[in-house]
């Protein structure tokens, strides 16, 4: 079927992609030596907690806006070669500020960075700001209240991440109404190293748009069911759930039953630079493990334009975009 060439072609989107986790190899070298810091091995870990403890020694690395700037515009020069049309990058500025980084000057540079970026066409970038579960909603409320002057000025949105046992998803309801009253959208981590009640407390609670990952709503029919006639996209990652030993073999992975259950899925990155994937290789991945056909993979990136946090008539022309780049 060509559908690599088809996948080449085809102009992209990532819903799902980490800042820290997704820098080049080079960019953490130059931070390392703007710190007299250590390069992190990103693969050196085991299982989720492995990873997180490898993710915080990235955070390490960047202490102001100059180390954010340089951060996202590694990010978005990968993006671009890889024809990305659209990327929605989480942060997690608690991880930052538990070692006395301001938020201001983790926004100021991102702020820099995307500004600069869009001044190109054929990319469009927006911010999403991830708690920590672990360390509960209200420092999380207090933190989106502090990030209320860059709400619409690249910020469109809240999510949460990390140890999705540690608290329940109704922890964070303040901080998500606190976030819809600034105008920002929400996506929660659910359903990926727990089961599916994770993902229905997360719906019944915080009423996100989108859930991250959701592979454990696979488990419950009802659920899936649920999903589908809500449409509500899952920014499933299945390279970093096998990575991360959330799913212990691809070949067990549930994106295809989901995908035929008719759920709106998208496929994503998450922290590319740990797990050495991309989202074409994801779309590749797709296409070889999974069988995705060309139809599926133009879907799922489909799927991705309608559910991005973008004004309507944004997420029209991405849809545009996508058909043309491979008519």
Request: hydrophobic residues 45%; aromatic residues 6%; positive net charge.
């Amino acid at each position: 079927m060509g559908s690599t060439d088809f996948i080449g072609r085809l102009r992209k989107i990532d819903l799902h992609i980490h800042l820290e986790g997704s820098l080049s190899r080079s960019t953490l070298a130059a931070l390392a030596a703007r710190h007299r810091l250590a390069v992190p091995p990103l693969r050196a870990f085991t299982g989720m907690g492995g990873f997180l403890k490898s993710f915080g020694a990235v955070c390490d690395l960047m202490v102001d806006p100059e180390d954010f700037e340089r951060a996202a515009n590694d990010l978005f020069e990968q993006a671009r070669r890889g024809r990305v049309a659209h990327m929605e990058v989480l942060f997690s500025p608690q991880v930052f500020m538990r070692r006395g980084v301001p938020l201001d000057s983790i926004l100021r540079g991102l702020t820099r960075a995307r500004r600069r970026a869009m001044r190109r066409p054929g990319l469009s970038i927006v911010y999403i700001m991830d708690g920590v579960r672990q360390w509960g909603g209200d420092w999380f409320e207090q933190v989106v209240s502090s990030s209320a002057p860059y709400a619409g000025r690249g910020l469109a949105g809240i999510g949460v991440g990390g140890d999705e046992s540690a608290l329940p998803a109704r922890a964070f309801a303040r901080a998500f109404r606190a976030a819809r009253d600034l105008g920002l959208r929400s996506t929660v981590h659910a359903g990926e190293s727990a089961g599916p009640e994770s993902v229905r407390e997360a719906l019944r609670h915080l009423a996100p748009d989108r859930i991250g990952h959701g592979i454990g709503a696979a488990d419950d029919p009802r659920l899936v069911s649920e999903l589908a006639r809500r449409g509500l996209a899952l920014e499933i990652c299945p390279t970093s759930n096998v990575a991360t030993g959330v799913v212990s073999s691809m070949s067990l992975h549930p994106v295809r039953k989901l995908l035929d259950a008719g759920v709106a899925v998208t496929l994503n990155s998450d922290d590319g630079a740990f797990f050495g994937t991309n989202v074409t290789r994801e779309l590749r991945l797709a296409s070889r493990s999974f069988s995705f056909t060309r139809d599926e993979i133009l879907r799922v990136t489909l799927n991705a334009a309608r559910a991005a946090f973008l004004p309507a008539a944004f997420r029209l022309r991405l849809e545009r975009a996508i058909h043309r780049s491979v008519s």
